[in-house]
């Protein structure tokens, strides 16, 4: 145990390092790149500012959300009625959706157990 601990800080001490050494260049890269994203003044205020309108917008887009989600609803309302007509293609993705959900919300819950399989910490 005490020898997986030693290499443990090992690494950590080379990735401290490497960071050290490329962190800033990288940086300077990645806002070199993507400077069209940046709004100018870069202040706190303008940061507030831009939150509170992403915030709004979101809001503002629910509503057609909202029909979107009932259409799609109705598709699969419509799909249903029709399911002798149905593809075994569509079936698949259809199962694969369900499957896909299903494993996320396992990830949900070990990550909510903090990361264990056979149940919460005390």
């Not at 593809?87 to 157990?113: P, Q, T």
Request: glycine share 6%; aromatic share 14%; charged share 25%.
């Amino acid at each position: 145990m005490a020898s997986k601990i030693q290499q443990l800080q090992s690494q950590a001490c080379q990735a401290s390092k490497f960071v050290a050494k490329h962190g800033t260049a990288y940086y300077k890269q990645l806002l070199e790149q993507n400077k069209q994203y940046i709004v100018e003044p870069p202040t706190v205020e303008k940061c507030n500012e831009l939150s509170k309108q992403l915030l709004y917008t979101r809001l503002a887009s629910t509503p057609g959300r909202y029909e979107a989600f009932w259409k799609e609803l109705d598709s699969v309302k419509q799909m249903w009625k029709n399911r002798k007509e149905l593809k075994v293609e569509d079936a698949g993705i259809a199962a694969l959706f369900g499957l896909e959900c299903f494993a996320w919300y396992c990830a949900g819950e070990i990550i909510g157990r903090g990361f264990t399989f056979t149940g919460y910490y005390p």
